[in-house]
């Protein structure tokens, strides 16, 4: 299967094992706005390219039907950026791996998607947060590609942007299932096969 990375992720490249899908023509209507303020991840393209590909794929993975025009925005920050977030907004004075803001509540996506097919305003998703320093420092402690894991925590930030969450063991395993689902289709394998820890 091809790289969907091509030469901004080369074969020998230990910090990236991805090999999935390209983007399709489809997603072609996903904004995907990309601000990387801690550089910490390694080479700025790739890490975009990683952001794009991951969050495609979960946002088509959410949507039942056509893809609509759509808008969300992924910033990656250092450690201080990402324990201040979390601590004005969850109560929790520790960085964290991914922070997400949806814009719409979960209840009212479906209607915000009907009205952005039939020519009404995109969709606003939301804001995803990824703390790079703890990204890094969890792929080293899980024994993960630093992309791999990257991956995995925008398409978990996703699936909160649409509502899906882990407070119960239900929930929680469906959205693990929808997370294997997705990051299998880029060519990564179960994360839960390792340990994977989110504070929520």
Do not use: W
Not at 156 to 173: E, P, R, T
């Amino acid at each position: 299967m091809p790289n969907p990375l091509g030469a901004l992720a080369p074969s020998d490249d230990p910090s990236s094992s991805i090999t999935g899908l390209g983007i399709t023509a489809e997603a072609e209507h996903l904004n995907i706005d990309i601000d990387i303020e801690d550089h910490g991840l390694g080479k700025a393209e790739t890490v975009e390219a990683v952001l794009r590909l991951a969050t495609t794929h979960a946002v088509t993975a959410c949507v039942n039907g056509n893809l609509p025009p759509a808008e969300l925005y992924v910033r990656v920050v250092n450690a201080d950026d990402s324990q201040q977030l979390n601590g004005e907004y969850r109560g929790k004075d520790k960085p964290t791996n991914v922070l997400s803001f949806p814009a719409i509540e979960p209840d009212f996506i479906d209607i915000a998607i009907e009205q952005a097919l039939a020519d009404g305003p995109p969709v606003m998703l939301g804001d995803i947060i990824i703390a790079a320093p703890v990204i890094i420092e969890e792929a080293k402690t899980q024994k993960k590609h630093v992309n791999d894991h990257l991956a995995h925590m925008v398409v978990h930030g996703v699936l909160h942007l649409f509502g899906h969450d882990h407070i119960n063991d239900q929930d929680a395993q469906i959205m693990e299932d929808l997370e294997r689902n997705i990051l299998s289709g880029i060519g990564i394998a179960d994360p839960y096969q390792e340990e994977f820890t989110d504070d929520r």
